[in-house]
């Protein structure tokens, strides 16, 4: 009865070469968000879609885009990666509510992305 | 979203209750107090939330100062499946939106057998 699915768990990539990770969901919440956890330190957001709607954190580079086809399914591309976005990338999810306060996320295993 | 202070580690024994305190002094009358917790090698998970008055669920029970300023996470009897890393994350309840977690550096918690 898995909720949020991420595939691979383990994804390896040349220096440079485009790379797509995956994130599927069956509780039909509203929200999918990115958060990128380095070695050691907390999940940090990349970005999240509202529905449709595509919300970019400020600090996030360019190199890294999103793409939500449908409700089920959302991607994260790395167009070039570097050496430093070697990471976990979690996928997560939540259904709004009235406030922010009220919501649950719920997260994925990850994909850990290796850049060689 | 305002922020939280976490001691970096706690040790406990496996069976015995663990608190595990969370300081948020610039805390907001409309924030609410999450936690969540990191198994190794997964994802975070929703552990509970509370705003005024003290919480259970079947993970654990939240017990929040009078004045809000600080909260204690408390696992009632620990295991080893209870290792992890707990954030503890303020939300503000106020409006709409979807914002993502903004999560502090969290308390690794270590249970000896």
């Known amino acids: 009865d898995a909720m949020v699915i991420q595939n691979p768990r383990y994804q390896v990539t040349q220096f440079g070469k485009p790379v797509t990770l995956s994130c599927s969901q069956t509780?039909?919440?509203?929200?999918m968000y990115w958060y990128q956890q380095k070695s050691s330190q907390a999940p940090k957001l990349l970005f999240h879609?509202?529905?449709?709607?595509?919300?970019n954190e400020a600090d996030t580079p360019d190199n890294f885009q999103s793409r939500r086809p449908n409700t089920s399914f959302c991607f994260l591309d790395i167009r070039s990666p570097g050496l430093g976005d070697a990471a976990m990338y979690l996928c997560a999810t939540s259904r709004t509510t009235g406030g922010r306060g009220l919501e649950t996320q719920y997260f994925g295993p990850g994909t850990r992305l290796l850049v060689l | 979203d305002a922020k939280t202070t976490q001691p970096n580690s706690m040790e406990s024994n496996e069976e015995e209750p663990v608190h595990l305190p969370c300081n948020h002094s610039t805390i907001s009358g409309t924030d609410y107090i999450h936690w969540y917790r990191q198994l190794p090698s997964q994802g975070p998970e929703y552990v509970i939330h509370?705003?005024?008055?003290?919480v259970n669920n079947r993970m654990a029970s939240l017990a929040i100062a009078e004045d809000r300023k600080s909260s204690t996470l408390i696992l009632h009897r620990a295991t080893l499946r209870d290792a992890a890393v707990y954030y503890c994350?303020?939300?503000?309840?106020w409006g709409g939106g979807a914002d993502g977690l903004t999560f502090g550096k969290g308390t690794h918690l270590i249970i000896q057998p």
């Open positions: 509780l039909n919440h509203n929200v």
């Open positions: 509370g705003l005024t008055s003290n």
């Open positions: 994350i303020l939300r503000d309840g």
């Open positions: 879609y509202y529905d449709k709607d595509f919300n």
